[in-house]
């Protein structure tokens, strides 16, 4: 079997499956508008302030969007066997994992543009530095992807995952900088804001979109491209762990 149509066959099956159904999409386009809207109308800063929070809704909607569905559709189809039949495929885990991950990238990304495609409707957004902030969302969504990945290998129940993705997602909407600077927190949290990979999408964007970033871009590209293979990989090494007998 040729490794693409493997590949292809099992995005498009979980895309049909799962993602585009009418409740995900639905709820892909609803959340994002949630965010939008719940922040623009608590800053109180008009439209001015559409700008600066675009990078935190941004990450916020990646962020929920990959988590809560690959968490979600991995460990429902490891509970029911679906997940054993595809372990049987001639093809290696590693490339087996990432069609599966896939559509919640593509997932991810598609949520990203929504609050961006609202805040061209409200605000100037021809300066914006799209080189970077396009393959930031990307990169923003594969690493969230591959944590939703860690989580959901990491349980057993789909309540389980959902609990556990609530542990890491929540504490980094308030760490990584998303809607304050990080030199506003306590000096004790500071550290734990850079070992959360939000952090430096977030950096990343708020440079794209005029924010002003805290560090090199570079450094954030790197540190991404780390953060998302080594959850890949401890991933990986789960499944032959605790799935793998």
């Avoid at 609202?118 to 957004?125: C, E, I, N, S, Y």
Wanted: glycine fraction near 6%; include cysteine; charged fraction near 10%.
């Amino acid at each position: 079997m040729k490794w693409w149509i493997a590949f292809w066959n099992i995005l498009v099956k979980d895309m049909r499956s799962y993602y585009l159904k009418p409740p995900n999409i639905s709820w892909g386009l609803i959340f994002p508008l949630a965010w939008t809207g719940m922040f623009f109308i608590k800053s109180g800063s008009g439209l001015e302030g559409v700008l600066s929070m675009l990078p935190g809704v941004v990450v916020v909607s990646i962020l929920f969007g990959t988590t809560s569905m690959l968490s979600v559709t991995v460990t429902f189809e490891k509970k029911g066997k679906s997940f054993d039949r595809l372990l049987l495929a001639p093809i290696s885990l590693e490339l087996l994992m990432l069609a599966k991950t896939s559509g919640a990238i593509l997932f991810g990304a598609a949520n990203a543009f929504i609050p961006i495609i609202l805040a061209a409707f409200l605000t100037d957004l021809s300066q914006a530095v799209w080189s970077a902030a396009v393959p930031a969302i990307f990169l923003l969504a594969v690493t969230s992807t591959f944590l939703g990945l860690f989580i959901a290998v990491s349980v057993s129940e789909v309540f389980e995952a959902q609990t556990f993705s609530n542990f890491f997602r929540f504490p980094m909407v308030f760490l990584c900088g998303l809607f304050f600077p990080i030199e506003r927190l306590p000096v004790f949290l500071r550290p734990l804001s850079y070992v959360l990979p939000p952090t430096y999408g977030a950096d990343i964007l708020q440079g794209a979109f005029g924010a002003g970033n805290a560090l090199p871009m570079p450094i954030d590209f790197v540190l991404l491209i780390v953060f998302s293979t080594g959850l890949f990989l401890l991933s990986l090494r789960n499944i032959r762990r605790r799935w793998i007998i």
